[in-house]
């Protein structure tokens, strides 16, 4: 089986392919549904599903916090549906405060994204078989035994870190350094494919109800 894993980049998305063979490919490509053909599961490090209202908010968001004690920051709030149509920062604070809290600066950049998934899974009904949400920091603390990698990975020491446990499972870093990513959206690349061969197996974790769907039929869960 082929597998993949995606994270966001400057450019567009950083995939890492794996494989029937095991051998990992990095590329940068520009849209999500370049990467998607071929493959057997696609994990993605991107909100998949959007509840109605900011409270309560996602059941696996809330499971994965729990699970990252010391890393909860890494687990961005995902925005409800309804701010995602406005395209200024202000405006979409607002109408998410009107529904019950905020949204950061740092969650409103990832719009384009979200929208992006969100868009071709709405398109696309069939990849909801082959898309999944994955979370790197997730995967990399079932590679170091259940606990969280509370090193910062932008850092040498918690690059280091990621890499060396990266490679003792199977998935050594072919390359440091890609066009248009930046090291540390390889890493997190990588640890999400390996959540992909695991949900592929059926050895992955999925936090959230398994029969949870969004107001559009989109599964509510996070892989690792």
Not at 10 to 22: L, S
Request: net charge positive; glycine share 8%; aromatic share 6%.
């Amino acid at each position: 089986m082929i597998v993949a894993g995606a994270d966001g980049c400057r450019t567009g998305w950083v995939v890492c392919r794996r494989g029937v063979d095991g051998v990992l490919d990095l590329e940068v490509v520009k849209t999500l549904a370049d990467a998607c053909e071929g493959l057997s599961i696609l994990a993605v490090d991107m909100p998949i599903g959007f509840v109605a209202a900011p409270r309560p908010p996602r059941a696996c968001e809330v499971e994965a916090r729990r699970l990252l004690p010391g890393k909860t920051s890494s687990v961005f709030p995902t925005p409800c549906r309804p701010v995602l149509q406005y395209d200024d920062y202000a405006d979409a604070n607002a109408a998410s405060r009107r529904l019950g809290v905020g949204i950061t600066r740092q969650t409103f950049n990832l719009f384009p994204k979200m929208l992006e998934v969100d868009g071709l899974l709405r398109e696309q009904p069939h990849l909801k078989r082959i898309i999944r949400e994955a979370h790197p920091e997730l995967a990399f603390a079932r590679m170091n035994g259940g606990r969280p990698v509370l090193s910062r990975k932008r850092r040498a020491d918690g690059y280091a870190e990621r890499a060396r446990l990266l490679a003792a499972h199977g998935f050594p870093c072919p390359l440091g350094r890609l066009p248009g990513a930046a090291r540390d959206d390889i890493l997190d690349a990588i640890a999400v494919c390996r959540t992909a061969l695991l949900i592929a197996r059926g050895e992955a974790t999925c936090l959230g109800s398994a029969c949870e769907r969004d107001s559009e039929g989109l599964p509510m869960n996070i892989w690792f």
